[in-house]
């Protein structure tokens, strides 16, 4: 079994900085792309940044600029840092990894439990 667990979410005031981390453990093959993505109350789960194995990464517009993305394939694990923070980034962030499974053929998508970031105005 794969399992994802997020850290580094709080309460920030709005200019501030975070950086998440989200590891992946368990017994697998590999892990392919990664990605955060964030759920705010009322809203739906949207895509944050996407990165892949060789650290290509891609960004939502409302990000771009302030968060960057990267990964330690050694450690199965991605970061974000998040700077000039915005009170419309308060959200669940959760961590995203197409991981293939030792034994299995193909990838499947894991996702994290998630971590609250809280920006204040």
């Known amino acids: 079994q794969v399992q994802l667990v997020e850290s580094g979410g709080g309460l920030v005031q709005a200019g501030g900085s975070l950086r998440l981390s989200c590891s992946a453990s368990g017994q697998f093959f590999r892990v392919y792309n990664m990605a955060w993505y964030r759920q705010a109350p009322g809203k739906q789960r949207e895509l944050v940044t996407k990165i892949t194995s060789s650290g290509l990464t891609n960004y939502a517009d409302a990000v771009k600029g302030r968060f960057a993305s990267s990964r330690d394939n050694a450690k199965n694990t991605i970061y974000l840092q998040m700077n000039s923070l915005k009170p419309e980034d308060t959200a669940i962030y959760y961590c995203?990894?197409?991981?293939?499974?030792?034994?299995?053929?193909?990838?499947?998508?894991?996702w994290g439990p998630g971590t609250q970031v809280t920006v204040s105005s």
């Open positions: 995203n990894a197409d991981v293939r499974e030792v034994g299995s053929t193909w990838s499947s998508a894991y």
